[in-house]
């Protein structure tokens, strides 16, 4: 950061805004024409959400100061997140930068590595070839929620091992989709509106309450089911080497939470709530939403299913996916990461100014609202030609390199996804179990609209799946 030496360059307002409301209703109707649009009248611009103002970053390497080099004076806060914290508590997404995230960021970390990810990988193999194997034959599915349902199985089996009580489950897949509503509708509302004994604000007050039950009932599950081993049971070859060999040792290899089971000490018990809601609330749409696009462009293009196929055919020949060939399709990372800039996921995250500040010359006031959005990045066409387009070959390699850094899906610096590993780990094997286990698949509804909500979602998407090629 450095104070401007010459004068600040005006900011512009985005045209078409209301009295009273300002951009809110084409943040509403049309929000990611209107996210998208805002690059034409430069590379920081004003909006305003009602009365207040909100800078929207177009330029990606000014978004990376944003996210990076500046990040201490661009800290996460605001409206939005305080909306947030009511259902996710501290949790590591939400609290406020500073030494308290520093430190549980660090103590999540190893719940993430690759290693401790591959242990579970076999199980989320057998989670998901279990549930797509079942999908009846030729009944159109909704694939926003399908997805979502797989996600969450998938995510609660890596995190909790495999033995939940199915009650948990139904119970989560119930919850989730309501209190995601509900939380959208604190974001949006003012918040002494929230604070009103409305039914609504009720019925999403006692939601939270069940959910953190569940949670806890999961975490417990998980701790009784860790039995200790035997005093002179044998470590497994380089356990030494890993931060939670001690751990290790104590518990049969449950799932990915047992690393913060460990740190219970240190978090406590309610911290351990918060985080496993804030990685339930990150992991599912994320992915689901991901994969629910991936099918659909794989079902429009079919040269790209076809190449998926033959990829596929080629590492595991008749046999099911396992793990260790996961890094041996890269033509499936390819398309998943297209779904991923074409549809987003995020299109507007916030960050807050924690002093005045020049940004590429513009002067932002302390204590305002900064707006990034990797779909608005992920959509300029100077990094990303055709933008419009699903071109999976846009990541090859030689292709890849014009991106120049302005692919921002999974945020950057200190805030960046914790999750990246797990995702890349789940959406390949989702995709890959769909292909192995259903030899065609169709649109049973028109093309989708994406809408913008928590994420980039299809508004109507479903697809019907056969046993038989069309060959
Ligand atoms: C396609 C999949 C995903 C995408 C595109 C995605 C995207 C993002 C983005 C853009 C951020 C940064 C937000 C910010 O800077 O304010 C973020 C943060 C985060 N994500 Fe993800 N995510 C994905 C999957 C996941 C998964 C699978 C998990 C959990 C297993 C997860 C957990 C989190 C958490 C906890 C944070 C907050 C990190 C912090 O503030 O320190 N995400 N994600």
């Not at 970053?57 to 409206?79: C, E, I, N, S, Y």
Request: aromatic share 8%.
């Amino acid at each position: 950061m450095s104070a401007p030496t010459t004068a600040p360059i005006p900011t512009p307002t985005a045209p078409g805004r209301l009295p009273l409301i300002g951009h809110g209703l084409r943040l509403v109707r049309d929000p990611l024409p209107f996210i998208t649009s805002l690059r034409e009248h430069g590379s920081v611009v004003r909006i305003r959400i009602g009365p207040t103002p909100a800078y929207v970053v177009t330029d990606p390497a000014l978004a990376r100061r944003v996210l990076v080099a500046d990040a201490a004076h661009f800290p996460k806060g605001g409206k939005y997140y305080d909306a947030l914290r009511v259902f996710l508590g501290d949790g590591v997404a939400t609290v406020a930068d500073g030494d308290t995230h520093l430190r549980n960021r660090r103590l999540m970390q190893p719940m993430f590595s690759k290693a401790h990810i591959a242990e579970r990988g076999n199980a989320m193999i057998d989670q998901v070839r279990t549930m797509v194997g079942a999908w009846p034959e030729a009944e159109p599915r909704d694939m926003f929620a399908g997805m979502n349902e797989i996600t969450l199985a998938t995510f609660l089996v890596a995190v909790f091992g495999a033995d939940l009580p199915p009650h948990l489950e139904g119970e989560f897949t119930a919850l989730m989709p309501e209190i995601m509503r509900g939380t959208i509708r604190q974001v949006l509302l003012p918040s002494w509106i929230s604070r009103l004994p409305l039914p609504s604000n009720r019925a999403h007050a006692d939601r939270v309450a069940r959910l953190r039950a569940l949670i806890d009932q999961a975490i417990d599950h998980h701790t009784d089911a860790t039995t200790p081993r035997s005093a002179g049971a044998e470590s497994a070859p380089g356990a030494e080497a890993c931060p939670h060999a001690s751990q290790a040792r104590r518990r049969q290899p449950g799932g990915l939470f047992e690393t913060l089971i460990g740190v219970e000490d240190q978090l406590g018990r309610r911290q351990l709530q918060d985080e496993a809601i804030t990685l339930l609330a990150g992991a599912i749409e994320t992915t689901g939403t991901t994969l629910a696009w991936a099918l659909y462009e794989i079902a429009a293009n079919p040269t790209v299913e076809r190449r998926l196929r033959e990829e596929l055919a080629s590492v595991c020949r008749d046999r099911p996916l396992r793990y260790d060939d996961l890094d041996r399709l890269p033509y499936a990372r390819r398309v998943l990461q297209e779904a991923i800039r074409k549809y987003g996921v995020s299109w507007m995250v916030t960050r807050t100014t924690a002093r005045d500040i020049d940004l590429g010359g513009h002067l932002i006031p302390e204590g305002a609202d900064v707006v990034w959005s990797p779909y608005l990045h992920q959509h300029d066409p100077s990094y990303y030609p055709d933008p419009d387009t699903f071109d999976p070959d846009r990541w090859e390699t030689d292709r890849a390199a014009a991106t120049r850094g302005s692919f921002l899906a999974f945020g950057d610096g200190r805030r960046k996804c914790i999750g990246e590993n797990f995702a890349w780990v789940e959406l390949t094997i989702i995709l890959a179990t769909v292909l192995q286990l259903w030899p065609r698949f169709e649109m049973t509804s028109p093309a989708p609209r994406a809408q913008a909500i928590i994420t980039v979602k299809p508004d109507a998407l479903t697809m019907g799946f056969h046993r038989e090629s069309a060959d």
